[in-house]
């Protein structure tokens, strides 16, 4: 089984950058595919990138695109999930989550391990 633990998200300004981690451990971590899950209040959970377990399929959810990047390195059991141009809306508390397989899904049944989530907050 595997464990996720997120780490990096904190206050930030509108238009600044944050990197949060994920760090795996108790599993295979080349052998599942990984994404990127936030939540703010009052809304539903939302996919915000994912990847595949080469690093080689990847997804965005359309309002992060050309902002945030997702990356994986496998020798470290780590997931990355690189913010820029960050914006108010971008508020939510970020979840790292994994499935067993190949490829990245944007749905968040498909997703079988889940950290506890790192609060991100950027202020306009």
């Known amino acids: 089984q595997v464990q996720l633990v997120e780490s990096g998200g904190r206050l930030v300004q509108a238009g600044g950058s944050l990197r949060l981690s994920c760090a795996a451990s108790g599993g295979s971590f080349s052998s599942y595919a990984m994404a990127w899950f936030r939540q703010a209040p009052g809304k539903e959970r939302e996919v915000v990138a994912a990847?595949?377990?080469?690093?080689?399929?990847?997804y965005y959810t359309d309002s992060v695109k050309g902002r945030f990047t997702i990356s994986r390195d496998n020798a470290e059991n780590t997931v990355y999930l690189q913010m820029n141009s960050l914006k108010p809306e971008d508020t939510a508390a970020y979840y790292c989550a994994a499935r067993r397989g190949q490829l990245a899904r944007v749905n968040d049944y498909d997703y079988a391990y889940w950290g506890q989530g790192t609060q991100v907050t950027v202020s306009s």
């Open positions: 990847i595949g377990w080469s690093g080689r399929n990847i």
